[in-house]
């Protein structure tokens, strides 16, 4: 696709190192829930600059949304990200993704690798088909939860969370490992969607295939 030039409408901090950005879309863009894009910085210097990130809006919005961590000390492209105002540029190239939703199932996310599970949860939400979808969600802390309202609102009690460095009820404390998901998973024979940080994603789809999980009920993307 030709790459386009999208010009920020809103920036919002959602958590202490999360910007949500919201841009024009005007060509209307074509992508579906769960597809990433490559960003870059319209600025001096950036513009070769291409990183990926998933779009966390819906296909049918006159708007488009990412939500992305920043990395202050990568001097990278999500710190120049997080330098820009609104009215300056983004460049959108290359609509690309690995996850899709297949079937009802267990969303399983590290930290920003949510980011495909926004879009695919809401768009689910509002075609009245989340029932019986679940999210477990790790993180460190709980201030590192992504859209921790939005997520109790629609998936009540199958919204799961667990933190690594911080024991506070109502959450669990530790990693994903084979014991969490023997306790936590409710229908092995469910799609299971994985996406984060490349140990986890490991760890959980081996356990997920030592309890039972068949290979193509496995569907993946690595978030580095
Ligand atoms: C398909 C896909 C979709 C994605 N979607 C999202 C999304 O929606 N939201 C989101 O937040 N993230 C997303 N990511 C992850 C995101 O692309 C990266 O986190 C981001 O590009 C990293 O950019 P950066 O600014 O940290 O540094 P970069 O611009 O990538 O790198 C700058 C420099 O930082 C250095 N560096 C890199 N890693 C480290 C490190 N761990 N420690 C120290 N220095 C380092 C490197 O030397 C590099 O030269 C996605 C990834 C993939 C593969």
């Known amino acids: 696709m030709e790459q386009q030039v999208l010009i920020i409408r809103k920036i919002e901090k959602i958590t202490h190192n999360v910007l949500r950005f919201t841009l024009n879309n005007t060509n209307k863009i074509k992508f579906m829930p769960g597809q990433a894009a490559e960003l870059a910085v319209d600025k001096d210097g950036w513009r070769d600059k291409r990183n990926p990130f998933t779009f966390t809006s819906l296909p049918f919005e006159d708007h488009l949304e990412f939500t992305i961590k920043i990395y202050p000390d990568h001097n990278g492209v999500t710190n120049e990200l997080s330098k820009l105002e609104v009215g ?11 996850i899709q939703f297949e079937g009802k199932g267990t969303f399983i996310a590290g930290g920003a690798g949510v980011t495909p599970f926004i879009s695919i949860i ?10 019986g979808n679940r999210l477990i969600f790790a993180n460190s802390t709980q201030i590192d939860i992504i859209n921790k309202n939005e997520f109790e609102s629609i998936l009540g009690d199958n919204f799961l969370n667990i933190l690594s ?3 506070v009820d109502p959450y669990s404390h530790g990693r994903i490992d084979t014991a969490y ?10 799609y299971f969607y994985i996406c984060g940080p490349e140990p986890m994603m490991d760890t959980v789809e081996d356990s997920l295939k030592e309890l039972g999980v068949e290979e193509d009920k496995i569907v993946k993307e690595v978030f580095n």
């Open 88 to 98: 300056d540029k983004i460049i959108l190239k290359s609509v690309f993704g690995a």
């Open 165 to 167: 460095r911080e024991e």
């Open 181 to 190: 998901l023997k306790d936590n998973i409710t229908s092995p024979e469910d």
């Open 122 to 131: 809401r768009d689910l939400h509002q075609k009245g088909n989340l029932k």
